[in-house]
């Protein structure tokens, strides 16, 4: 059935309430340069971190590609789409982003760093999980030797005494 429309010049308003934590202090809607479908919105906190939400300016409203539009204020992103009778299609990117260049220039911590070996510590973690469970699988199936074994089979040493 989908959402009935009065008019086809209605559109849906979709609206985010958006905390971020320390609060947002300024924020830009900037053209993404690798790619010309995608707008970001950067919410910069305290100069310490950037939450970066990459917006299609695209959905695919009834099968088809169809202009949507966006705007953020008082910590809230509205995401405008228009009339559409079965589905509606849209996926936006949300990530965070620690920023190092403006919080190393103002005798911050650089948290480049710690972001990276944050990075190095998952897989290598992994590596020594799988390790250790090959070597305790090891441990526990190789064949166990007894010390001290006696062989009372006949051998020629005991044939010649």
């Known amino acids: 059935m989908g959402w009935q429309c009065s008019s086809t010049q209605n559109h849906l308003n979709l609206t985010f309430a958006i905390a971020v934590s320390p609060a947002v202090t300024s ?3 900037i053209p993404d340069p690798a790619n010309s479908d995608l707008e970001i919105l950067e919410l910069h ?3 310490v971190m950037a939450t970066t939400i990459r917006l299609l300016k695209f959905a ?3 099968g088809l590609p169809t202009p949507v539009s966006f705007w953020f204020n008082n910590s809230s992103l509205t995401i405008q789409f ?4 079965s589905s509606i299609v849209y ?3 949300f990530s965070v982003v620690l920023l190092s ?6 005798g911050g911590p650089d948290l480049t760093l710690l972001a990276l070996l944050s990075l190095l510590a998952i897989p290598i973690v992994m590596i020594l999980v799988v390790l250790a ?8 199936k190789r064949p166990k030797t007894r010390l001290g074994s006696v062989n009372f089979g006949h051998t020629e040493e005991t044939a010649s005494l």
């Open 82 to 85: 228009p009339c559409f009778t």
């Open 27 to 29: 924020a830009d809607i």
């Open 133 to 140: 469970a090959v070597l305790l699988i090891y441990l526990i």
């Open 60 to 62: 695919e409203v009834d």
């Open 101 to 106: 260049t403006s919080s190393s220039s103002s």
């Open 91 to 93: 996926d936006p990117d």
């Open 45 to 47: 906190s305290a100069s």
